[in-house]
């Protein structure tokens, strides 16, 4: 299992290490230094401010002296003047940018690895040096500028990338500062004191005013409350509670007047700590195709290396040093393996935060993959698609879930097979299933049955997923035997823990929704490992060939890793209005 990054909370997997930290990259340490989250405090964040607005000062007032020699403006011994300028700007912005490049990659050389901190730290030292004896002796080309522009993209665009990194976890981060730091605790002479939340106990009765969020898990003892608690659930209707109803700490307490409850669960067993826990743990499960990305990125690095090396010496062989230099330099900054590298985690995180704050905890990647694959539906009858009590006593086989039907329906229309998975009587089952327009029925059925019957859907069609939906003890064995096993919040605890989807909201209008989005999600990856792997291809074979000029070369890399960034973002693509009508969109 892979660490979470102190910043973003997306997994570590080589990585930044810094002050007994893990952060996925440098853009994350630096963007944490900077916001102030960091153990050394205001110190470490403003030196981190001034170190990089130095350097990237620096590095434009050496762009801007190039200019002057690139367009013909000085010529004779103002030649020789002007790269002494530049050298003395450079070394300054050198030292400054490139110290943490030149760390990381001595760390993950010590690990055994290769990472994109290298390939920065050599391309820029590589130009440097160049440069610096270009200007020593009078002769040959600079590369100031590539030098110190390629550390001030790299680190600025690291910046933007964790920026936007950071937005994969700010659902969890919100979940959490809904609870309260201090709650109002009942003695058992009815006088109430003010205690830290981290005090309260099982058992304790707590008084709660108007407009308060409620501090633990509970059940009211006395008044009424409205709850709205669509940042759990993704419910937006607000919820009607009365004595002996439940709420959820970090709920707002609405209605008319102040309530007292009695707390069931304090701390890690609030449904808020178990729900954030699900999903970080979630985020720190790769899905198959991350691993896969993870693991070319990995090999890209040593590859450029052999090929930046590859194509000196190729054009050194036929007489042209300048070039051989250039095209050197340019195959070392315009390789970008965290393109590829962040191609698939980020997408995922997003969708999984996405995923839970509409109710259903994804328990990782290679769900969500599954998920986007699926083929075939399963659904248990009773608890699942219907409400598991009769509606009318006087006739006693249950109704319906309002959403079932609409859902069936849905699923269809994605080209989803659905099927009724029941252990309830044949009789009653088919008159369901003709009720909610499944022609699949397949009853009664024992849970070692529905497992078996689960494996041979599984084994027939190799080529897409298949899922069950359930609720009950009798479903837990069929929810571990399919690819998703999707267990609704209102299942026996041992449904809820073999499956792999937890339905929050008890909706089943959650599903496609859910489908929709790992399909989006699948989508945006694929994109975004073809622009990563067309771009490396194309601009290595062309910095190789000579073709591209360093500085050009670094500006491409930066684009390129933002470029990845930006497409993940289309998986948080905004559904509200939709979702709270109760249907997912069509697309």
């Known amino acids: 299992m892979l660490m979470e990054c102190a910043h973003c909370g997306l997994p570590v997997g080589g990585g930044v290490w810094r002050d007994g930290r ?64 530049m050298l003395v700007q450079a070394v300054p912005a050198t030292v400054l940018l490139a110290w943490p490049f030149v760390l990381g ?25 160049v440069s610096v004896v270009a200007t020593v002796r009078g002769v040959g080309h600079v590369y100031f500028d590539t030098a110190t522009m390629l550390l001030t993209l790299v680190t600025l665009g690291k910046l933007i990338e964790a920026s936007a990194k950071t937005l994969a976890g700010q659902w969890l981060d919100a979940l959490e500062r809904l609870l309260p730091s201090r709650a109002t605790r009942l003695r058992d002479d009815d006088q109430s004191e003010s205690v830290p939340c981290c005090d309260l106990r099982t058992g304790d009765r707590l008084l709660v005013a108007l407009g308060e969020p409620f501090p633990a898990d509970g059940d009211l003892l006395a008044g009424r409350s409205v709850v709205e608690e669509a940042a759990f659930t993704g419910e937006w209707r607000p919820r009607d509670v009365g004595p002996g109803g439940s709420v959820i700490a970090g709920t707002i307490h609405g209605g008319s007047g102040a309530v007292t409850m009695r707390v069931r669960a304090v701390e890690g067993d609030l449904l808020l700590r178990r729900i954030v826990e699900r999903v970080r743990q979630a985020q720190r499960q790769p899905g198959r195709v991350e691993r896969l990305a993870r693991r070319a990125a990995a090999w890209l690095t040593p590859c450029v290396f052999l090929l930046a090396v590859g194509a000196g010496a190729a054009w050194l062989a036929v007489g042209d040093p300048v070039r051989a230099g250039r095209a ?24 999984i935060s996405r995923a839970a704050a509409t109710g259903a905890i994804v328990r990782g990647g290679d769900v969500l993959e599954s998920l986007g694959l699926l083929g075939h539906v399963f659904f248990d009858k009773t608890g699942t698609l219907t409400l598991g009590r009769p509606a009318d006593t006087a006739h006693a086989h249950d109704q319906p879930r309002p959403d079932a039907l609409a859902v069936v329906a849905e699923l269809g229309r994605m080209g989803i097979a659905v099927s009724l998975l029941s252990g309830d009587t044949a009789g009653a089952s088919a008159d369901m299933a003709r009720r ?12 070692d049955e529905k497992a078996d019957l689960i494996a041979t859907a599984r084994s027939a069609r190799r080529d897409v997923a298949v899922a069950m939906v359930g609720d009950g003890i009798n479903d837990a064995p069929a929810l571990a035997q399919a690819d998703v096993g999707v267990a609704l919040s209102d299942a026996s605890d041992l449904a809820r823990h073999a499956g792999d ?32 792997i067309a771009y490396n291809t194309v601009a290595l074979a062309t910095a190789a060939a000579g073709l591209l ?9 930066a684009i390129s ?17 939709t979702w709270e009508r109760g249907t997912a969109p069509r697309r």
Not at 330 to 340: E, G, K, Q, S, T
Not at 561 to 577: E, H, I, M, P
Request: net charge positive; hydrophobic share 55%; proline share 3%.
């Open 105 to 129: 990659g001595v760390e993950e050389l010590r690990r055994g690895r290769l990472s994109l901190d290298a390939l920065v730290a050599v391309g820029s030292l590589t130009a440097m040096g």
């Open 561 to 577: 890793c933002l470029t990845v960034v930006g497409n993940s973002f289309r998986v948080k693509a905004n559904d509200a209005q």
């Open 436 to 447: 909610l327009g499944i022609r699949d029925v397949h009853a009664p059925k024992r849970p």
């Open 328 to 351: 050197a330099l340019a195959v070392l900054v315009v390789a970008c393996p965290c393109a590829m590298g962040i191609a698939a985690p980020l997408a995922t995180a997003l969708a």
């Open 549 to 557: 000029h360093p500085l050009l070369a670094a500006v491409l890399m």
């Open 22 to 85: 893990g952060y996925c990259c440098y853009g994350c340490y630096l963007a944490s230094r900077i916001v102030g989250v960091s153990v050394d405090g205001e110190s470490g964040a403003a030196w981190g401010v001034l170190r990089l607005a130095v350097g990237a000062m620096l590095s434009m007032t050496v762009m801007m002296t190039a200019l002057l020699l690139y367009t013909g403006s000085v010529e004779g011994h103002l030649v020789s003047v002007f790269r002494w300028v």
């Open 501 to 532: 989807v937890l339905l929050l909201n008890a909706r089943l209008a959650t599903l496609p929704h859910l489908i929709r989005l790992a399909r989006r999600t699948r989508r945006v990856i694929r994109q975004n490992l073809a622009w990563a």
